[in-house]
């Protein structure tokens, strides 16, 4: 098992940049593919990005690509979600999950999740 813990949400600008942490309680964070979903309440959870357990395969969602990167230091058990270009419609509770197994670009395919941080862009 493996416990997330996110950080480095907040309030900004429409235009302006985030990068979002996620640090991972295992030792074994190195085998398991991470990745980032959001959600708005009264709407269902939405994947945003995932990168596979070696840091070489990233997938996004189409609303996200081009302005968010994911990437990861398995050195650190950390995981990253550097968010530019932030619009009023990308507001929600971020959450970094993980999972052992393929695939991994849906919000189903993970098996851990951590508690979410906030993030609200202003326009």
């Known amino acids: 098992q493996v416990q997330l813990t996110e950080s480095g949400g907040g309030l900004v600008q429409a235009g302006e940049s985030l990068r979002l942490s996620c640090a991972a309680s295992?030792?074994?964070?190195?085998?398991?593919?991470v990745g980032w979903s959001r959600q708005v309440p009264g709407k269902e959870r939405e994947f945003v990005a995932a990168i596979n357990w070696g840091g070489i395969r990233t997938y996004y969602a189409e609303s996200v690509k081009g302005r968010f990167t994911i990437s990861r230091s398995n050195a650190e058990n950390m995981a990253y979600l550097q968010m530019n270009s932030l619009k009023p419609e990308d507001t929600a509770v971020y959450y970094c999950?993980?999972?052992?197994?393929?695939?991994?670009?849906?919000?189903?395919?993970?098996?851990?999740w951590g508690q979410g941080t906030q993030v609200t862009v202003s326009s």
């Open positions: 999950g993980a999972t052992a197994d393929d695939p991994y670009t849906q919000v189903n395919d993970f098996d851990f």
């Open positions: 295992s030792n074994a964070f190195s085998v398991y593919n």
